[in-house]
């Protein structure tokens, strides 16, 4: 069974960036969509970006679209995601799950289709 790790989490000004990673393990097949997820105090997880594994996107949520880029390293089966101008509203943990059936069109939005998810990384914005 394939599992996800986030990492790169922490503390960071209003304005800062940061760079997470969710390395996966126990690889057989490389064939995902990755999605990161966020969920916010007081707010229900939601789906701000995704990458497939091969080729395809990346793609973005309205929330985070113009400060996030996901990238991938499939040498070492590691997706990124870099936030930046993070606002106290970035505050939250973020997860990343993979999604065995692709991310094509509006796919990568359905959470139920995310089979595999790490244990998340806190990120904490303070103003």
């Known amino acids: 069974r394939m599992r996800l790790a986030e990492s790169g989490g922490g503390s960071v000004q209003a304005g800062g960036s940061l760079r997470l990673s969710c390395a996966a393990s126990?690889?057989?097949?490389?064939?995902?969509?990755i999605g990161w997820f966020r969920q916010s105090p007081g707010k229900e997880r939601e789906v701000i970006a995704a990458?497939?594994?091969?080729?395809?996107?990346?793609y973005y949520a309205d929330s985070v679209e113009g400060r996030a880029t996901v990238s991938r390293d499939p040498a070492d089966y590691t997706v990124y995601l870099e936030l930046n101008n993070l606002s106290p509203e970035d505050t939250g943990m973020y997860y990343c799950?993979?999604?065995?059936?692709?991310?094509?069109?509006?796919?990568?939005?359905?959470?139920?289709?995310?089979?595999?998810w790490g244990q998340g990384t806190q990120v904490s914005v303070s103003s």
């Open positions: 990458i497939y594994t091969g080729a395809g996107g990346p």
């Open positions: 799950a993979a999604n065995p059936g692709g991310c094509a069109g509006d796919y990568w939005k359905v959470q139920k289709g995310y089979m595999y």
């Open positions: 126990d690889v057989i097949t490389w064939s995902y969509c």
